[in-house]
């Protein structure tokens, strides 16, 4: 079948800088896909070293970008996202490190047998070619996302956002740099080029040189690839997740699980949103949580029952009306309810949810169950945190996104969610009749 090529403007004789990337990106996923995994893993050791080596070079490019952004006010969640500190490197090289130990997914015989009439069948993983990636400030998504591709045997097409543009500049220049040591094309991993929203939509559009785009950051964003790309798009979700404390929730662990959740680190996706509370222990348990999440510096969006008890205790509560229930705060807030069972929590989730991870906390079998049965989630945590929802806490080494759809990937994206199949048939002479 004849590759499509991307599609050109009436009268465009030449490429721009995004085709033209794109199309040494397929010439250098063409190098890569058969290079053996001895190479990928040497390139991935050599980004880990060239990563710590260039530590204070990252540090300087992104104070950049953490001065532009806190000079045009941006939240602080988010600069908190855009910051590399040489904890945070060492971190990310750890993860990659990690990336180097895991199972190799390119070839892996997925399914075999023998025909009757004697072919030999094998379904065989393979990468899925160019990948895309369209994300918002984190700029440790750009080497996470090098590192699973490079692993899983495909290039990679970075657009980070203009916030990071300098961190993810002097990123990808350390990532070309440790490519090209171990003997791979340095164009495998590239910066798209320029930063206007028109480079954007050209990528958007590369259909036939990208093979997939997967995008990463607010509601908006995601909203804008998934309904206006003509490449194949792996949706990513926002993370408006729940914590349902059960009426037979041990009330200490319900107390660690929720504070973590919430505040361990509130500006990311798999941070908890709202907490759901059974009014069978509310009377007990609103008190305290109040007194734990105000400690740890969360302010409390709450209905009526919420409000009251925070009065009782002399803790500012604020109403909480429908734009709270479906917030992504991405900060030390919370939405919080008191609901009369398990099965109206699950209502609430049902409603209000983006599918991303949903937390129970109780010691009753049969109602974590229920819970885990009724709602529908990429991620459903029994008696623990949120934020475990991430590829590294999973064991996938670091992750490309996290899905919330239903088609080829959801949850972690690791190794084998970067790849796709193909079927490999061998016969002696065979002919259909």
């Given at each position: 079948?004849r590759r499509?090529?991307?599609?050109?403007?009436?009268?465009q004789?030449?490429d721009?800088?995004v085709v033209?990337?794109?199309?040494?990106?397929?010439?250098?996923?063409?190098a890569?896909?058969?290079?053996p995994?001895s190479?990928r893993d040497?390139?991935?050791?050599?980004?880990?070293?060239?990563?710590t080596?260039g530590?204070?070079?990252?540090?300087?490019a992104n104070?950049?970008?953490i001065?532009r952004?806190?000079?045009a006010g941006?939240?602080?969640?988010?600069?908190?996202?855009l910051?590399?500190?040489p904890e945070?490197?060492?971190?990310i090289a750890?993860?990659?490190?990690?990336?180097?130990g895991?199972?190799?997914?390119?070839?892996?015989?997925q399914?075999?047998?023998?025909?009757p009439?004697?072919?030999?069948?094998r379904?065989?993983?393979?990468?899925?070619?160019?990948?895309g990636?369209?994300?918002?400030?984190?700029?440790n998504?750009?080497?996470?996302?090098?590192?699973?591709?490079?692993k899983?045997?495909?290039a990679?097409l970075?657009?980070?956002?203009?916030?990071?543009?300098?961190s993810?500049?002097?990123l990808?220049?350390?990532l070309?740099?440790a490519?090209?040591?171990?003997?791979l094309?340095?164009d495998?991993?590239?910066l798209v080029p320029?930063?206007?929203?028109?480079?954007?939509?050209?990528?958007m559009r590369?259909?036939g040189?990208?093979?997939?785009?997967i995008?990463?950051?607010?509601?908006?964003?995601?909203?804008?690839?998934?309904?206006g790309?003509?490449?194949?798009v792996i949706?990513?979700?926002?993370g408006?997740?729940?914590v349902y404390?059960?009426?037979a929730?041990?009330?200490?662990?319900?107390?660690?699980?929720?504070v973590?959740s919430?505040?361990q680190?509130p500006s990311?996706c798999?941070?908890?949103e709202?907490v759901?509370v059974?009014?069978g222990?509310a009377?007990?348990?609103?008190?305290?949580a109040?007194?734990?999440?105000?400690?740890?510096g969360?302010?409390?969006?709450?209905?009526d029952a919420w409000?009251?008890a925070?009065?009782a205790a002399?803790?500012?509560?604020?109403?909480a009306?429908?734009?709270?229930?479906?917030?992504?705060?991405?900060?030390?807030?919370?939405a919080?309810?008191v609901?009369?069972?398990?099965d109206?929590?699950?209502?609430?989730?049902r409603?209000?949810s983006s599918?991303?991870?949903?937390?129970v906390?109780?010691?009753?079998?049969a109602a974590?169950?229920?819970?885990t049965?009724l709602v529908d989630?990429?991620?459903?945590?029994?008696?623990a945190?949120?934020?475990?929802t991430?590829?590294?806490?999973f064991?996938?080494?670091?992750?490309?996104g996290?899905?919330?759809q239903?088609?080829?990937?959801r949850?972690?994206?690791g190794?084998?969610e970067?790849?796709?199949?193909?079927y490999?048939?061998?016969g002696?002479?065979?002919?259909?009749?």
């Amino acid at each position: 079948m004849r590759r499509m090529s991307a599609p050109q403007t009436s009268g465009q004789t030449t490429d721009t800088p995004v085709v033209a990337a794109a199309r040494r990106a397929q010439t250098a996923a063409a190098a890569l896909a058969p290079a053996p995994r001895s190479t990928r893993d040497a390139a991935l050791e050599a980004i880990a070293r060239a990563l710590t080596d260039g530590t204070e070079a990252i540090v300087a490019a992104n104070a950049d970008d953490i001065a532009r952004a806190r000079a045009a006010g941006t939240p602080e969640s988010i600069v908190d996202r855009l910051t590399l500190t040489p904890e945070r490197i060492e971190r990310i090289a750890a993860d990659v490190r990690d990336v180097v130990g895991l199972p190799d997914p390119v070839g892996q015989v997925q399914r075999g047998s023998t025909l009757p009439n004697g072919l030999e069948l094998r379904q065989i993983r393979v990468p899925l070619g160019v990948v895309g990636i369209v994300y918002e400030a984190r700029p440790n998504v750009t080497v996470d996302a090098a590192a699973l591709c490079l692993k899983s045997g495909n290039a990679v097409l970075l657009r980070g956002s203009s916030s990071a543009h300098a961190s993810n500049t002097a990123l990808v220049a350390v990532l070309r740099d440790a490519v090209q040591e171990a003997g791979l094309p340095a164009d495998v991993v590239q910066l798209v080029p320029g930063e206007s929203r028109e480079s954007v939509t050209e990528l958007m559009r590369a259909r036939g040189l990208v093979d997939v785009l997967i995008p990463r950051g607010g509601a908006s964003l995601i909203r804008t690839v998934v309904e206006g790309s003509t490449v194949p798009v792996i949706e990513t979700g926002t993370g408006n997740c729940h914590v349902y404390i059960d009426e037979a929730a041990d009330l200490d662990s319900a107390l660690e699980i929720l504070v973590n959740s919430k505040a361990q680190r509130p500006s990311v996706c798999n941070a908890a949103e709202t907490v759901l509370v059974h009014a069978g222990i509310a009377d007990t348990f609103l008190p305290r949580a109040l007194d734990a999440l105000t400690a740890a510096g969360v302010t409390v969006h709450g209905d009526d029952a919420w409000q009251k008890a925070g009065e009782a205790a002399g803790t500012k509560v604020l109403p909480a009306g429908e734009q709270d229930w479906a917030e992504e705060y991405l900060s030390y807030d919370i939405a919080a309810a008191v609901v009369p069972s398990l099965d109206a929590a699950v209502e609430h989730i049902r409603t209000w949810s983006s599918g991303h991870t949903e937390a129970v906390v109780t010691r009753d079998t049969a109602a974590a169950r229920r819970f885990t049965a009724l709602v529908d989630a990429a991620a459903v945590m029994v008696n623990a945190s949120t934020r475990f929802t991430d590829g590294s806490q999973f064991g996938f080494g670091a992750e490309i996104g996290i899905s919330t759809q239903k088609l080829h990937a959801r949850g972690p994206m690791g190794l084998p969610e970067l790849t796709s199949t193909k079927y490999v048939i061998t016969g002696e002479g065979h002919v259909r009749g």
